[in-house]
């Protein structure tokens, strides 16, 4: 029998840097199913102001909940959001999605793909 995990505070994790240079941005998986054939993985991306926006190509479906901070997000047909706390937002497999903010901003996502892709 499988039972609940509990991550406290995983908000606050210690996540690796995204790596484009002059962009402040950190992602790190939190949770992840045990199941091989329809894996998702959830975590947090942070974002502080920066030089540079981080341009993101999704090879993967996500959804992602603003939970503090905001973003502008746009994607590249040129739509474009305000994002704030409490936002949702789905990112289909094959889209390219652009991420800055004027501060900061956390996100919580769920993907469908593996830990560590992406």
């Avoid at 606050?12 to 054939?37: Q, Y």
């Avoid at 942070?46 to 905001?70: F, N, Q, R």
């Avoid at 040129?78 to 991420?99: E, L, Q």
Wanted: net charge negative; with cysteine; charged share 25%.
């Amino acid at each position: 029998m499988q039972t609940m995990k509990h991550y406290p505070n995983a908000i606050n994790g210690d996540f690796p840097s995204m790596g484009p240079e002059g962009c402040n941005a950190w992602l790190g998986d939190v949770a992840v199913s045990n199941d091989p054939d329809k894996t998702i993985v959830s975590g947090f991306f942070h974002m502080k102001k920066s030089d540079e926006p981080l341009v993101y190509d999704y090879t993967y479906d996500e959804m992602k909940c603003i939970v503090d901070g905001a973003f502008t997000i746009t994607d590249e047909s040129g739509n474009s959001v305000s994002a704030k706390r409490g936002d949702v937002f789905y990112f289909p497999a094959g889209t390219r999605i652009t991420f800055e903010t004027d501060d900061y901003g956390i996100g919580f996502f769920c993907g469908q793909r593996r830990e560590g892709e992406g």
